[in-house]
């Protein structure tokens, strides 16, 4: 039986899977066959794509920076441990304090001392203020960092300071900013004429 007629200008094809015999026909095969090869091809990549990749994962975990190991937090147990050597070291030392004469209150750390410590560090930092003797130093960015850790605490210890000592720290915070300002637009400032010989110019 022909596979193939040409009637009346129409092609007629055969597409039946099976002879008349019942066996698989010649087309079949090839096309089975053809097909077979197309999907191991399709299904390669696929297997493969994840062996490539893995060394992109490693070496993405290799660049990455490691994070700090944070030391784990004392116990209950051993702060309470140390805080009671602590105030034991501390009682033997303002005994000495009080046998030379002095009263250890003068050496208790209280708020408005810890900010004064910082508002005198900033202005030192700036340059306008030195230790008697020794010239002035400027350390800006010193300066910003000690500006900002007391911005910092103005933030943390909200709702946590007597009408006192928010008063204390906003006005410290007030006076070094405005200090920086003024060190820092006057160092943007060109120099004068005849500043560097002290001279007017005449």
């Known amino acids: 039986m022909a596979e193939k007629r040409q009637e009346s200008g129409f092609t007629v094809t055969d597409r039946r899977l099976f002879t008349e015999d019942g066996e698989l026909r010649q087309e079949s095969r090839e096309k089975e066959a053809r097909e077979k090869e197309t999907r191991e091809e399709t299904a390669a990549p696929k297997q493969a794509a994840p062996m490539a990749a893995a060394p992109d994962r490693a070496a993405a975990v290799a660049e990455a920076p490691a994070e700090p190991e944070v030391p784990p937090m004392p116990t209950a147990a051993e702060q309470q441990a140390q805080a009671e050597a602590y105030r034991k070291s501390s009682g033997e030392l303002d005994s000495r304090v009080e046998l030379s004469g002095h009263s250890a209150k003068e050496f208790e750390m209280t708020f408005e001392r810890f900010m004064a410590s910082l508002y005198m560090t900033a202005m030192l930092q700036l340059g306008l ?32 300071l007597t009408p006192t000592e928010e008063n204390f720290l906003q006005n410290s915070l007030y006076e070094v900013r405005m200090a920086y300002v003024e060190v820092t637009n006057a160092l943007s400032r060109p120099p004068q004429p005849g500043a560097a010989t002290g001279t007017t110019g005449r």
């Open 129 to 160: 203020m030195h230790q008697q003797g020794e010239q002035p130093r400027m350390d800006i960015i010193g300066a910003r960092q000690t500006i900002d850790t007391l911005a910092l605490l103005v933030e943390k210890t909200k709702g946590n």
